[in-house]
């Protein structure tokens, strides 16, 4: 990412120098030109990798989330059977501690 900011830079200095050229050396401006336009086809086609390669990787953590989520849905589900087993085995043990008494 910052190879494309330094070149687009760099892109900026070629055109300034372009427009501070006399008008009278046209051989100098085809140049500068051509190097321009050459540089900026340069930056798309790596702009356009780093667009692919960014897509890719958003694709992989959304991929990865949605799959997470019924195994986190499971879990969650298993989790809370066992706290209501053990909940219902305590109040089962507290109810058999109570002693009967005559009033």
Do not use: C
Request: charged share 15%; hydrophobic share 45%; aromatic share 8%.
């Amino acid at each position: 990412m910052h190879a494309l900011v330094r070149q687009l830079n760099s892109v900026l200095q070629m055109e300034n120098q372009l427009n501070n050229l006399p008008s009278e050396d046209t051989t100098m401006r085809v140049q500068l030109s051509n190097q321009i336009n050459g540089t900026l086809a340069l930056i798309d086609a790596q702009a356009t990798q780093v667009a692919a390669s960014a897509s890719t990787r958003t694709s992989m953590s959304h991929l990865i989330v949605y799959s997470f989520a019924p195994i986190a849905a499971a879990f969650g589900t298993i989790v809370y059977y066992y706290v209501v087993s053990l909940w219902r085995k305590y109040r089962i043990k507290r109810l058999f501690r109570m002693k009967v008494a005559l009033r």
